[in-house]
Structure formats: structure tokens, C-alpha cells
């Protein structure tokens, strides 16, 4: 269990701070940031990099740094917080790639990490019995229970 937790801190610091001088770069220069051009963006409702700016940030920049370090207190519902930015991450690259209508090798990337976070999330979940994954553990149970007794 703690490889997992090792694990999501790693990727959790990884995407918060590069989404935190990825979203510093949008806020200080919306028009042109990381050499990205407002054209990305006339599928979508910005006319330019500053509100996704402060978007990438906060909730995936910040979000994630603050999930890496709450790590250190082994908080009881850890699962939920990691939970929360890895689908938050996910989202964000899913959404983008449908406002720049165009996918690029990090898109997947950063898709591929979302994903892992959350699915070690959820390992973090079932170790600690919270909700969902307690219901499907006692789920699993009453069924093994209900196969032994057959078998008996």
C-alpha cells in the first residue's frame, strides 16, 4: 500500500506543478502562452488563454500540489481528495481536446495519468473501506457466503 501512496504523490506533484507554469504561462500572456495561439480557441467560449489559465491553475495546478501534500497526513478520506483531482484531470484533457478539436501525444499523456491516479484512488478506497467500495465488498461477501453455503 504504500507504493500506491508513493505513487499518487509522485503524480499528483507532477501534474500540479506542471499545470501551475502551464496556467501561470496562460495568465500572464493570454494571448500567446508557451508560444500556443488564440486559434486553438475559436472552437471554444474563450477568445483567449486567461480564464483557462486561471482554470489550469487552480483546480488542476493547485489542486494537485495541495492532494501531494495533504499525502503527508494519511487522511482517512485521502481516496476522495485524489479521486476528485485525477477525474478532475481527466476531464480537463477531454474537454480541451474537444474545444481545440485536435489531440496531441501529451493530451494522451496526461489522459493516461488521469486515469492511473484514479484507479489508484480507488485502490486507496478499498483499503480503507469507504463508500462505494464498501458496498461492493459486502456485496462480494454475501455472495461467497451464499456459494458456501450451497456448497455444504
Known sequence: MKKVYRLLCILHAFVGVGAMFGGFAAITNPQNPAGATVDLLKNSPFSNFFIPGILLFTVIGLGNVITTFLFRFKLRFQGYISSIFSWALVIWIVVQCIMINSVHFLHIIYFIIGV????????????????PTNLIIDFYKKIKKQKDDCNV
Open 116 to 131: 492511473i491516479e484514479a484507479i489508484l484512488s480507488i485502490i486507496v478506497l478499498f483499503e480503507k473501506r469507504l463508500f
